[in-house]
């Protein structure tokens, strides 16, 4: 047996960050904030620049602890049938839970450092946050560019070498995991079905109906907190 598991916002809930789209997601209950993250408003507009900004300071992903279910997915690597964890997450609890980096593929980027959009400039989140009360748009302290946090805003290409390796892990499971996403983000969404197509068992976990389920072998609507580790442990003892 080997395992790939995808995830999405829904494994991060317990750790207090709201997803997008489940019934206390962020779009739930404002829809406007999507826009804070569409790349083409975001290089144009200065306003949505400094309203992303406030959103990532006060995002609760900077104090956040893995959950039960992130720590469920060590085990899978410690038993030596972890493909790999792909994640649309940018909230790096994967790794806080003692993953590895080499096995924690990040399809959209990660939050914890900041680029910028013209020069090869990149530095902490958190210094760029840190100068955010003063400058509402803080910009690139090297040549005076757009800065943006490395996540992969709507609009942007995915990182290629990400998504080579996830479609190859996809290719080469026998069993795929689908943990707390919507399954409607593409190309990631796309995923289930290249595991499908090689032949995997697909579960998936996430509390509300996603495109997959009735293609699944199995789908869980238990709080993922409880539902990853009971489904690691019967996966593990075989
Ligand atoms: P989504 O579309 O918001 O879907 C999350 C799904 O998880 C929903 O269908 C919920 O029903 C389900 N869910 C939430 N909590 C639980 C729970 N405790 N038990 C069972 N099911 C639960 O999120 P996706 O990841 O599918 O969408 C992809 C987006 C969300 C990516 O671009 C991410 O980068 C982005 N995102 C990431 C984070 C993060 O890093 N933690 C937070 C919010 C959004």
Same mark, same amino acid.
């Given at each position: 047996?080997?395992?790939?598991?995808?995830?999405?916002?829904?494994?991060?809930?317990? =750790?207090?960050?709201?997803?997008?789209?489940?019934?206390?997601?962020?779009?739930?209950?404002?829809?406007?904030?999507?826009?804070?993250? !569409?790349?083409?408003?975001?290089? @144009?507009?200065?306003? &949505?620049?400094?309203?992303? /900004?406030?959103?990532?300071?006060?995002?609760?992903? /900077?104090?956040?602890?893995?959950? @039960?279910?992130?720590?469920?997915? &060590?085990?899978?690597?410690?038993?030596?049938?972890?493909? $790999?964890?792909?994640?649309?997450?940018?909230?790096?609890?994967?790794?806080?839970?003692?993953?590895?980096?080499?096995? &924690? #593929?990040?399809?959209?980027?990660?939050?914890?450092?900041?680029?910028?959009?013209?020069?090869? /400039?990149?530095?902490?989140?958190?210094? #760029?946050?840190?100068?955010?009360?003063?400058?509402?748009?803080?910009?690139?302290?090297?040549?005076?560019?757009?800065?943006?946090?490395?996540? %992969?805003?709507?609009?942007?290409?995915?990182?290629?070498?990400?998504?080579?390796?996830?479609?190859?892990?996809? !290719?080469?499971? =026998?069993?795929?995991? $689908? %943990?707390?996403?919507?399954?409607?983000?593409?190309?990631?969404?796309?995923?289930?079905?290249?595991?499908?197509?090689?032949?995997?068992?697909?579960?998936? #976990?996430?509390?509300?109906?996603?495109?997959?389920?009735?293609?699944?072998?199995?789908?869980?609507?238990?709080?993922?907190?409880?539902?990853?580790?009971?489904?690691?442990?019967?996966?593990?003892?075989?």
């Amino acid at each position: 047996m080997t395992v790939t598991v995808l995830t999405g916002a829904g494994i991060s809930t317990g =750790s207090g960050i709201p997803d997008f789209r489940g019934p206390d997601g962020v779009w739930t209950r404002h829809p406007e904030a999507a826009r804070l993250l !569409e790349i083409d408003a975001y290089l @144009a507009e200065p306003d &949505v620049r400094a309203a992303g /900004w406030r959103w990532w300071a006060a995002h609760p992903g /900077w104090h956040a602890r893995p959950t @039960a279910a992130h720590r469920a997915l &060590v085990e899978l690597a410690d038993a030596g049938v972890l493909e $790999a964890v792909l994640t649309q997450n940018f909230d790096g609890l994967h790794q806080a839970a003692g993953s590895a980096p080499d096995d &924690v #593929v990040e399809l959209h980027g990660s939050a914890a450092t900041t680029s910028c959009t013209r020069c090869d /400039w990149s530095g902490p989140t958190a210094d #760029v946050l840190a100068r955010v009360p003063a400058e509402p748009d803080p910009r690139c302290p090297r040549c005076g560019g757009v800065l943006k946090p490395d996540v %992969v805003y709507f609009g942007e290409v995915l990182p290629q070498a990400a998504l080579d390796r996830a479609f190859r892990a996809a !290719e080469a499971c =026998s069993v795929f995991v $689908a %943990v707390g996403t919507s399954l409607t983000v593409h190309p990631v969404a796309t995923l289930p079905l290249v595991a499908l197509d090689h032949g995997a068992d697909l579960v998936v #976990v996430n509390a509300e109906p996603t495109p997959y389920d009735r293609l699944a072998d199995r789908v869980l609507r238990e709080p993922i907190d409880e539902a990853v580790p009971a489904l690691v442990e019967e996966l593990l003892a075989g």
